[in-house]
């Protein structure tokens, strides 16, 4: 059974960081490309970041560029997201997302797998 669940969210200061960890289960995570997501509260979930199955190749939305850096440990079959120079327009529910395929992705359609979420909370 595929399981994929997400921790390290919390309640942050702006300008402060955190660092999300996602540990997939299920064989055919371990060969996929993986994302994170995130749903504000009364908007639309948004892609974040994503990494190919070697973390080779990574891409970022234009609203965390520079402060965000996505990177995996196939050995320990987790994924992570370093948050850096949080801002209150960061908070939000951040979803760790997996694939089947080798190459990552920016359309939430496209991923197979879906953890539960982990609540990030940035104060002014």
């Known amino acids: 059974q595929v399981q994929v669940v997400e921790s390290g969210g919390g309640l942050v200061q702006a300008g402060g960081s955190l660092r999300l960890s996602c540990v997939a289960s299920?064989?055919?995570?371990?060969?996929?490309?993986m994302g994170w997501f995130r749903q504000a509260p009364g908007k639309e979930r948004e892609f974040v970041a994503a990494?190919?199955?070697?973390?080779?190749?990574?891409g970022y939305a234009d609203s965390v560029k520079g402060r965000f850096t996505i990177s995996r440990d196939n050995v320990k079959n987790t994924l992570f997201l370093q948050m850096n120079n949080l801002k209150p327009e960061d908070t939000a529910v951040y979803y760790c997302?997996?694939?089947?395929?080798?190459?990552?992705?920016?359309?939430?359609?496209?991923?197979?797998?879906w953890g539960q979420g982990t609540q990030v909370t940035v104060s002014s």
């Open positions: 299920g064989r055919t995570i371990r060969s996929g490309g």
């Open positions: 997302a997996s694939r089947n395929k080798v190459s990552y992705s920016d359309i939430e359609g496209e991923y197979d797998y």
């Open positions: 990494i190919t199955w070697s973390g080779g190749f990574t």
